[in-house]
């Protein structure tokens, strides 16, 4: 691939963590309080039941239960602790945590995808997980357990939904807007149960409300892993990983212009950091691995409707 074509493609794909890094404004300045399954399961299902409707092709063989895995890991699971997190922590400690991702995705990789572990790789998910912490952690920050646990798991759930999918690849014959939408509604499918006995549905919504859920279900879903599923089809799964450390600067930049929040050579200096290692992390010596072929399955494979 020419070097112009990588590059492309990296900026494209960083076009998702660069609007995910409004999620935490969103989520604290328009949605309802306290309700973390009802922003997943908004921000999900609707997307995909779009882009499933638009497709017109549902999966079939082994990619039943794949698309199920792959909706769970990179869709309801993600985007549930994902506002677990946003409700329970300030929304740099969660930064900072779900920073860890690009480490897991080393090593995952490593394991699934016989990816080499590099001394460059190994430096800049340092420099990273520093950088974040010196853009976004305060010294005031809470730090509430179940938060805490919540951005862990997510940071996990999510890497392991990029190996996942960089191992099985997008089956032959499927678009990305396809592929997409099936990963969606999936995981909009899965959290809708949990939803209903968690939380119930809302008595009254208010427009502010419907606006930050419209926003994250377009924006934030149907654009935002159209692009991101391209990526990680053209990139190499820790480079993917990587642009995920955009999302911080965003939301710096996003609480700096609608918040009144100021960034202090301290914090300009983590975001410079960041930007060093996502750089860093797109160098590679070697081609990327081509990940397994994915098992046979018997034809037809897909069907429409």
């Known amino acids: 691939m020419r070097r112009g074509g990588i590059v492309s493609d990296i900026g494209v794909t960083a076009l998702a963590p660069a609007i995910w890094g409004s999620t935490y404004l969103v989520t604290t300045e328009l949605l309802p309080a306290g309700r973390p399954y009802l922003a997943a399961v908004a921000r999900a299902l609707p997307a995909g039941l779009v882009l499933l409707a638009f497709g017109r092709v549902l ?9 199920l895995v792959l909706g769970t890991l990179n869709i309801g699971l993600f985007f549930l602790l994902l506002f677990i997190a946003a409700y329970r922590l300030p929304g740099g ?9 690009p ?7 490593a394991l699934l995808l ?7 790789h190994l430096a800049a998910c340092l420099l990273g997980a520093t950088g974040v912490a010196l853009l976004v952690l305060r010294p005031t920050a809470v730090l509430d357990p179940i938060g805490v646990a919540a951005a862990l798991a997510g940071a996990a759930s999510m890497a392991s939904g990029i190996v996942l999918t960089k191992r099985w690849a997008r089956p032959a014959g499927v678009g990305v807007l396809q592929f997409t939408g099936w990963q969606l509604t999936a995981g909009g499918l899965v ?4 939803t209903l006995a968690v939380e119930g549905l809302p008595s009254h919504l208010t427009g502010r409300n419907l606006t930050g ?20 089809d053209r990139l190499p799964a820790l480079a993917v990983s990587f642009l995920s450390l955009v999302s911080p600067i965003v939301a710096s930049v996003l609480g700096l ?9 301290t914090q300009f200096i983590g975001a410079l950091i960041i930007i060093a290692a996502v750089a860093l992390a797109q160098l590679r010596s070697s081609p990327p691995s081509t990940p397994p072929a994915p098992a046979p399955v018997v034809p037809p494979a897909l069907t429409s409707r």
């Open 191 to 194: 959290l809708l149960p949990v």
């Open 103 to 109: 480490m897991l995705v080393l090593v995952l990789a």
């Open 93 to 101: 400690v969660a930064a900072l945590i779900m920073s860890f991702q």
């Open 213 to 232: 859920l419209s926003y994250l279900a377009v924006a934030g879903s149907l654009f935002g892993y159209a692009v991101w599923f391209r990526g990680i």
């Open 114 to 120: 016989r990816d080499r572990i590099r001394p460059l």
């Open 59 to 67: 999966p079939r063989g082994a990619w039943i239960w794949r698309a």
């Open 257 to 265: 212009i609608f918040l009144d929040q100021r960034l202090n050579l």
